[in-house]
């Protein structure tokens, strides 16, 4: 087990230092590569090969991500991303073999960030990691600095100080990005925005092959806001619809 000797929370490190990354995979050729990119990135690295492992070390380590592969012994990542996210938040990147949006849905309404369809690239997967650490860092400094007062759209309420949305006055338990993707779309409502909007707005992240992430979040957020919230204009972007004044 690879030891620190800086502090978890140290302010004065330089990027990528003092993070920690949780890689959970079966496959030794994939962690290493994995493990090996992150580790010159200046980040920090545990590795799990299975489920039952994969929880233990998250909850012994406390890392900062998890990059989680779907398939793995024991129990399967979705199951690893339930029981990690009960113990506490902590922005996921899910791996999946297949192309197959059902999986990526699933992963996810389980509480994953973004997901990779392998085979995939160290380069945009490194790019990924420090977008999501970006995206908890800017979410920490709104906390501490929140907007007043909530946005109601009819029956929809955004709580920008608690990060809380409702539906008809019931709770409406979001993601990370999910809340963030809302939230950029209703900051204009009514407004089309497009694909690489969303992707430099919400995710920070300029390369267009990243567009299905987010028709796959948009998808996801549909199932728990309500489809008919959030139109798609083919060929363009999205845009949240509001009631008629």
Same mark, same amino acid.
């Given at each position: 087990m690879?030891q620190?000797?800086?502090?978890?929370?140290?302010?004065?490190?330089?990027?990528?230092?003092?993070?920690?990354v949780?890689?959970?995979?079966?496959?030794?050729t994939?962690?290493d590569?994995?493990?090996?990119?992150?580790?010159?990135?200046?980040f920090l690295v545990q590795?799990?090969?299975?489920?039952?492992?994969?929880?233990?070390t998250?909850e012994?380590?406390?890392?900062d991500?998890?990059?989680?592969?779907?398939?793995?012994p &024991?129990?399967?990542g /979705?199951?690893?991303?339930r029981?990690?996210? %009960? @113990? $506490?938040? #902590?922005p +996921?990147?899910?791996l999946?073999?297949?192309?197959?949006?059902?999986?990526?849905?699933?992963?996810?309404?389980?509480?994953a960030?973004?997901?990779?369809?392998?085979?995939?690239?160290?380069?945009?997967?490194?790019?990924?990691?420090?977008?999501?650490l970006?995206?908890v860092?800017?979410?920490?400094?709104?906390?501490?600095?929140?907007?007043? &007062?909530?946005?109601r /759209?009819?029956?929809?309420?955004?709580?920008? %100080? @608690? $990060?809380? #949305?409702? +539906?008809r006055?019931?709770?409406?338990?979001?993601?990370?990005?999910?809340?963030?993707?809302l939230?950029?779309?209703?900051?204009?409502?009514r407004a089309v925005?497009?694909?690489?909007?969303?992707?430099?707005?919400?995710?920070?992240?300029?390369?267009a092959?990243?567009?299905r992430?987010?028709?796959?979040?948009i998808?996801?957020?549909?199932?728990?806001?309500?489809?008919?919230?959030?139109?798609?204009?083919?060929?363009?972007?999205?845009?949240?619809e509001?009631?008629?004044?």
């Amino acid at each position: 087990m690879e030891q620190t000797h800086t502090s978890h929370n140290g302010t004065t490190a330089t990027p990528g230092a003092q993070r920690r990354v949780l890689v959970v995979e079966d496959d030794p050729t994939i962690v290493d590569a994995i493990a090996a990119r992150l580790r010159a990135e200046g980040f920090l690295v545990q590795t799990a090969g299975d489920g039952p492992a994969a929880v233990d070390t998250a909850e012994a380590w406390q890392p900062d991500l998890l990059i989680l592969d779907i398939m793995l012994p &024991g129990f399967d990542g /979705l199951e690893v991303c339930r029981r990690v996210q %009960a @113990q $506490r938040p #902590v922005p +996921v990147l899910m791996l999946t073999a297949r192309d197959d949006e059902t999986d990526m849905l699933v992963g996810l309404g389980v509480g994953a960030d973004d997901y990779m369809t392998k085979p995939f690239s160290m380069r945009e997967l490194a790019a990924r990691v420090h977008v999501l650490l970006r995206r908890v860092e800017r979410a920490a400094l709104a906390a501490a600095t929140p907007r007043s &007062g909530i946005l109601r /759209l009819g029956e929809l309420e955004i709580d920008h %100080a @608690q $990060r809380r #949305v409702r +539906v008809r006055s019931e709770d409406v338990h979001l993601t990370p990005t999910e809340f963030d993707l809302l939230v950029c779309l209703a900051n204009t409502p009514r407004a089309v925005l497009s694909r690489e909007q969303l992707l430099a707005e919400v995710w920070d992240w300029a390369d267009a092959s990243g567009t299905r992430t987010v028709d796959s979040h948009i998808k996801a957020l549909r199932r728990k806001i309500g489809a008919e919230r959030i139109r798609t204009v083919h060929g363009v972007g999205y845009a949240l619809e509001t009631p008629a004044p």
